[in-house]
């Protein structure tokens, strides 16, 4: 089945810690995103990639860092800078933000707690 | 001024009725619009996509988009109480190369 694999699903993270949140897809997708989204709030980008081994910074990028080394793959970093981590991070996934019919799927969630 | 603005909500709409949706946008280079429904506590899900000047429909959704006046909605006809949920705008455009989405209006549709 086509589709866009986030894990873990819940994360758990001490203070000072860093912790990678996995985002893998099989649509052939050259475009990746990551979101956050905070409790009654809305979308937040954090970082996005056009392309494998190019990314860019989104809105909220402070604390955390990614790669894309594969086309595929589109790992998100949250690191001990990031002060306030507890939220649900959205990957998501489109065919080219410069063609038509780009809509972005996503996958299912990771919802990391500080603890 | 915020890139894309929805009105948080709630919208309350009693079941049969049309729910209507509104979303503005700050920048007039915008290409493509989109509207996503979430659940609570579940990943959004893509019902519309709308390119053009004009309505589209799908089913019972209806999406409108205004480019000269830089607004994009959504109308739910024959609302269900299944349509509760909240429904984000987004939109991309080619000046900034990513999507970007609205807070998004809660949805409630009652017996």
């Known amino acids: 089945d086509g589709g866009i694999t986030q894990s873990p699903k819940y994360l758990f993270r001490k203070e000072g810690q860093n912790v990678t949140l996995s985002c893998e897809q099989n649509?052939?997708?050259?475009?990746m995103y990551w979101y956050r989204q905070d409790p009654g709030q809305g979308l937040r980008l954090i970082y996005y990639?056009?392309?494998?081994?190019?990314?860019q910074k989104g809105d909220i990028a402070e604390g955390y860092s990614v790669s894309r080394e594969k086309k595929e793959s589109f790992p998100l970093t949250v690191t001990s800078a990031q002060k306030n981590p507890t939220a649900f991070y959205l990957c998501?996934?489109?065919?080219?933000?410069?063609?038509?019919?780009?809509?972005?799927?996503f996958g299912q969630g990771t919802r990391l707690t500080v603890v | 001024q915020k890139e894309v603005e929805q009105n948080s909500g709630p919208l309350s709409v009693p079941e049969g009725a049309i729910a209507s949706l509104n979303c503005t946008y700050s920048?007039?280079?915008?290409?493509?619009f989109f509207w996503y429904r979430q659940y609570s506590g579940k990943s959004p899900e893509l019902i519309m996509s709308i390119y053009s000047n004009g309505d589209k429909e799908d089913g019972r959704f209806t999406a409108q988009l205004n480019k000269a006046s830089q607004y994009v909605s959504l109308l739910i006809r024959d609302s269900q109480p299944s349509d509760s949920a909240t429904y984000l705008c987004a939109v991309g455009s080619y000046n900034t190369d990513k999507l970007i989405f609205g807070t998004g209006t809660r949805l409630q549709v009652f017996p």
């Open positions: 990639s056009q392309i494998v081994n190019d990314f």
């Open positions: 920048d007039r280079g915008s290409q493509s």
């Open positions: 998501a996934s489109s065919i080219s933000w410069r063609q038509r019919n780009t809509e972005a799927f």
């Open positions: 649509l052939n997708h050259d475009a």
